[in-house]
């Protein structure tokens, strides 16, 4: 049985979808014309991935509209426009206290990683795309959250539903990415009582997401790069045991938001965060794992293959797989233009392969490659990723 393949969601726009993404936003671009452009793109891009042999595909997160071919932030900022509640404010709040003692994230604070190498980060020069990226605009939490993009939520899903339909494809096939609670609750919070309770608030929420794609017979893959990238946002690296609390409150409430969803239609994503830096100070895999297989989610994906994380294979020596559950690894990195040879990319397969069972791997990405490298490099390391796999 070959080694099944995949990637985490996002992957390169067309020049046509980004124009139509901005006259969109601009109200210059009608809603129908525009679906109609959107469902296209997504029969392209699924016909794209099924070419290239990928066995398990997305939209491109094409739903989560890009206006800019470089852009990092799409899997979070697409959830500002389905949810009541939210406003831009001129000055960021002042973080709310948690009842429990437990840590409380500085939603402004800059990365640790970003002030020990604070000439890099500001050099335009350096490579790192946050030198000469615009300082970011999110709104707050500043009423009571409801789900409002029910009719958005169903475009995407009709959109990936017809392009695997074209493709002779079925519904178990795709995957959609949605945000998770403790993701979407790092924009601030001046209306509920504490940190905590803003995080449960977006579990509620975003649990109407969560139905509308399981629903459908689509996978639903959590993005929670919060479980390992919230550790570098504290001014003072705090304690593991610390950290495991803050973190265990955020699991807790996921798991509340995935309550009577099947797991074998979850998917849980934990990364560092995919800007091109330095990422000296990110938390090591070993500390937070069994958090992350406590989520209801059969699928655990998370960053294998770039050159901070590719040697936490061996974790899976001593960690204990629970039974239905499998691993996606990624086996090509976003970080570097180097397109991985398939070969090396066997080998990473062969890893936790040989580990867990080759029918508890499914060879992915590290992360989103939409936005993040040249489109002509994301698409060579996808196919490098199916040739890998079938070396391996």
Not at 234 to 257: G, T
Not at 313 to 319: A, P, V
Not at 383 to 389: D, I, K, R
């Amino acid at each position: 049985m070959p080694v099944l393949t995949t990637h985490v969601g996002s992957l390169p726009r067309s020049a046509r979808l980004l124009e139509a993404n901005k006259k969109y936003e601009e109200g210059t671009l009608g809603r129908e014309e525009f679906s109609t452009l959107l469902r296209e793109e997504t029969d392209a891009v699924i016909a794209r991935q099924s070419d290239i042999g990928l066995s398990i595909v997305n939209d491109g997160e094409y739903g989560h509209a890009m206006t800019l071919a470089v852009d990092y932030g799409a899997w979070w900022s697409y959830s500002f426009t389905r949810f009541s509640g939210l406003e831009i404010v001129q000055e960021p709040p002042a973080p709310r206290p948690s009842r429990s003692g437990r840590l409380v994230l500085d939603h402004m604070t800059d990365r640790r990683d970003w002030v020990a190498f604070d000439d890099a980060y500001h050099d335009p020069t350096s490579g790192i795309h946050l030198a000469t990226a615009s300082i970011p605009v999110w709104p707050v939490v500043t009423g009571e959250l409801k789900y409002i993009g029910h009719e958005i939520v169903q475009r995407d899903v009709d959109a990936l539903l017809h392009a695997l339909h074209a493709a002779g494809r079925e519904a178990r096939d795709g995957f959609v990415a949605a945000i998770s609670p403790a993701s979407a609750a790092r924009i601030g919070n001046v209306y509920y009582e504490d940190d905590e309770a803003a995080v449960w608030a977006w579990a509620e929420a975003l649990r109407e997401e969560y139905l509308a794609i399981t629903q459908a017979g689509l996978t639903l893959q959590i993005d929670a790069p919060d479980l390992a990238e919230s550790w570098d946002q504290f001014v003072v690296e705090p304690s593991i045991e610390d950290y495991r609390a803050f973190s265990k409150v955020r699991i807790e409430a996921l798991n509340y938001a995935l309550r009577d969803i099947d797991p074998s239609l979850v998917r849980y994503h934990v990364c560092w965060g995919s800007w091109h830096g330095p990422h000296s100070t990110d938390l090591d895999f070993a500390a937070i794992v069994d958090l992350a297989l406590e989520v209801n989610a059969n699928g655990l994906t998370f960053e294998a293959a770039n050159a901070r994380h590719a040697h936490e294979w061996e974790i899976w020596k001593d960690t204990v797989l629970p039974d239905g559950k499998y691993l996606i690894p990624g086996v090509v990195s976003h970080s570097t233009n180097v397109v991985e040879h398939p070969r090396l990319v066997a080998q990473r397969i062969r890893q936790f392969a040989d580990l867990v069972g080759d029918e508890r791997v499914i060879a992915s990405t590290d992360c989103g490659l939409g936005g993040r490298i040249h489109p002509q490099i994301a698409w060579a390391k996808l196919e490098a990723l199916t040739e890998g796999a079938r070396l391996a």
